[in-house]
């Protein structure tokens, strides 16, 4: 069964461990028929320095999609933006080179820091996608950033209606992922093996000249 990592911080363990967007990404899983075993590995306070700290532990299950969504801890302490585009780039550089593929939510730095620097927050997230040919969810916190009915009484984490929120906004771009993963993961593992005077397999499957 293909699996997924979620490797991000406090937003991807609100509410409660077991009820966040990473368990409601999972029941849309189920939901849809989509087979996939969705883990989180995120941490409270973490940054992207961290997360790239965490990346070899998160990936110790060997997933076959890695979802970064991380970032908010650094804009509002106001991380150094090359320090934050150098760590992202790192963890999804490192995940790639293992054939993971990468979903990268967007993140946003309230003004704390300078208005200049969240907007260059802002672009840093829509470059590395383009930089590296992978899938983007704009925000991960459309809809849920200063609705209160979205988050919890702190006003900044979210809460069971936000969890919700936020895995309806990532899912349109993870499940066609996982349908893609899926169906390469099921086309393997029907292939039989192959018969050396044909280069075809009894499953059907060609398998090219070394």
């Not at 998160?58 to 999609?65: K, S």
């Not at 970064?68 to 804009?75: E, F, I, P």
């Not at 979205?150 to 936020?166: F, K, L, Q, T």
Request: hydrophobic share 45%.
């Amino acid at each position: 069964m293909p699996r997924v990592v979620v490797l991000g911080d406090s937003l991807a363990v609100s509410p409660a461990s077991q009820l966040n967007f990473t368990t409601e990404l999972q029941a849309r899983a189920d939901a849809a028929g989509v087979r996939a075993r969705i883990a989180n590995a995120s941490t409270w306070g973490d940054t992207t320095a961290d997360g790239l700290r965490r990346l070899d532990e998160a990936l110790a299950i060997q997933p076959q999609v890695l979802v970064v969504a991380l970032g908010a801890n650094d804009g509002l302490r106001g991380v150094s933006l090359p320090a934050v585009e150098r760590n992202l780039t790192e963890i999804i550089q490192r995940a790639q080179d293992r054939r993971i593929h990468v979903l990268l939510a967007g993140m946003e730095a309230p003004p704390v820091n300078g208005f200049d620097y969240s907007i260059q927050f802002h672009l840093l997230f829509p470059r590395l996608a383009a930089k590296h040919d992978i899938p983007l969810v704009p925000f991960l916190l459309a809809g849920v950033i200063l609705n209160p009915d979205m988050n919890g009484p702190d006003g900044i984490h979210p809460n069971a209606a936000g969890a919700r929120r936020i895995a309806s906004t990532v899912w349109p771009y993870l499940e066609p992922m996982l349908r893609q993963v899926s169906l390469a993961h099921r086309n393997l593992t029907e292939c039989s093996p192959l018969r050396e005077d044909t280069g075809w397999s009894a499953g059907g499957c060609f398998h090219p000249p070394a």
